[in-house]
Each structure stands twice: as C-alpha cells, then as structure tokens.
C-alpha cells in the first residue's frame, strides 16, 4: 500500500544550480581517470572488509571510526576536526546538518555510533551491508504514524547508552543551503535524559571554499554522487565540535539551542541560551 506524503514532509529546495555553484575544475582526463582507478580499488577493497566491523571485539569504536576514517580517504577525502573537546560519554545523541551518505562516514570517523536514516538506505549496495552493520535505525519519512516508534528505539538505545546520530533536518541539503531543525528526535533525548552533542558538518574544496561535491539532493543518484566524489581533486571535510547540551524538559527549547550551535552560533551564549546550561563535565 503506497503512503501518501505528508504535508510536513522535508524537502530540500536544491538544484541543479546549487551543484554548479559548489563546484570546482577537475584537472586533465588522464588525471581524472587516474585518481577515480585509484580511489574505486581502495573504496572496493575496504568493503570488502566490512564483516570485521560485526565482530564484537574491545575497542570496537576505535576500529570503526578508524574504518571510517580509511573509506574517506580511498573516496578523496580529508577530515578536519575542530572546535570543543569530544566527552567520552555513554548514550549521547549526536545532531548535524545532513548533506550526503557521505555524512555517515564523516561523523563515524569521528563519533561512531547507530545512525537514523532512511528506511531505504538498507537496500543500497554495498552502503546498505554496512549500515546493517551499524544498526543503522530506519526511519520512513513519508509515514508519520511510525515516528513514535522511532523516538521510542532511538531513547531506548541512548538509556542504554549507545551512541546515536540524527540528521533533525529531516532531508539532504545541498551544502551551500540548509532547512530548519525538527524537534522529533529530540524528544528521544529528553525522554532518555541524555545529553546531545551537536556537530558543525561543512564540506570544502581544497581552496577553502563551500562544496558540493559530495551532495545527494534531489534527484541526483547515488552512482552520480559517488561519480562526482571520486572524480574531484580532493574534498576537505571539517566537523566542529560544538558545546555540549543538556536535554532539559521542552524539547523545542533543545532543538533551538542545538540548531543555532550547527549554524555556527555555538559555544558559551548558545549554551546558555535555553533553560538547560551546556554539560561542563
């Protein structure tokens, strides 16, 4: 039975423009057709070692962000991390901004955990294996009467203390553009009492400027994202680690709070704009 969307459905108002304005020269062919060799064999080979992040071994974060860390190199791209320092605490609800699948190996290099993403994500080749592996927790955009569900396994996980990430915007954004924050996934924090830790999630050319590069919007496919990726010069991806928040009790107050630290209004003011401090320990 088809579902019919939902007027409150997120939707990103990106283009093809957006994808031209985010983007940057390649170089020559051969070169072009030399890096993309390169970075396909590395990418195919590391899938290859996917099982290895099923096995229930010590210090399993570390391998995973480790694993996380190599895919990104073998697809072109280079992580910076900045900002405030990353708590080792347990059953923390991690937000950012959401411009690609990219995103996912972006924030486990960095913060490993589960991850909310679309239900069909499971079904995609090769990404698919590896967001099984990740208990990765599907979400159903277009259907709102299994939200509550959703609130329910992501505050289930956090009391547990798993580490979750939630995109809050609910859909990709090209990188140049972003959409406000839903509060629905904070209501898992605020019921599971856990603290979140937003995230600054920004993709860049080698030049400093925005890119798009690595964007899945509209509708782009995944082999064109991916085309697009390997074939660039290099992509420089920067996380700034924003201030700690609280949960509190309204969680619209925490959406606020933690969406003005995405967009680059973080550290003390934005702490300390709500009724729950930012967590200092």
Not at 236 to 256: E, F, I, N, Y
Request: hydrophobic share 45%; proline share 7%.
């Amino acid at each position: 039975m088809s579902v019919t969307p939902h007027p409150w459905l997120p939707k990103a108002s990106c283009d093809a423009a957006c994808m031209h304005a985010g983007a940057a020269p390649k170089g020559s062919r051969p070169a072009v057709w030399a890096r993309s060799a390169v970075r396909i064999t590395g990418a195919v080979l590391l899938l290859l070692a996917v099982p290895v992040l099923a096995v229930p071994l010590p210090g399993r974060s570390h391998l995973q962000r480790g694993y996380c860390r190599l895919m990104l190199r073998c697809v072109g791209v280079r992580i910076t991390v900045s900002g405030g320092p990353i708590r080792n605490l347990r059953g923390v609800l991690v937000v950012s901004g959401h411009v690609s699948w990219l995103d996912v190996f972006t924030i486990g290099a960095v913060l490993p955990g589960s991850f909310v993403a679309r239900a069909d994500l499971i079904d995609w080749p090769a990404l698919g294996v590896i967001a099984r592996l990740m208990k990765v927790i599907p979400i159903e955009r277009e259907n709102l009467r299994r939200l509550p569900a959703v609130v329910g396994a992501v505050a289930a996980r956090l009391r547990n203390g798993q580490t979750v990430v939630a995109f809050p915007e609910g859909t990709t954004w090209c990188g140049l553009g972003h959409g406000p924050f839903r509060p629905a996934m904070f209501q898992a924090a605020v019921d599971a009492g856990r603290p979140v830790q937003p995230l600054r999630l920004t993709y860049h050319h080698r030049d400093g400027r925005l890119s798009t590069v690595p964007a899945y919007v509209g509708e782009d496919t995944l082999v064109d994202s991916i085309r697009r990726l390997v074939t660039a010069r290099r992509t420089v991806a920067h996380v700034q680690v924003q201030s700690l928040q609280l949960p509190g009790d309204d969680r619209r107050d925490l959406t606020a709070r933690c969406e003005a630290a995405v967009r680059g209004a973080g550290g003390r003011d934005v702490a300390h704009a709500g009724q729950a401090p930012a967590l200092v320990a």
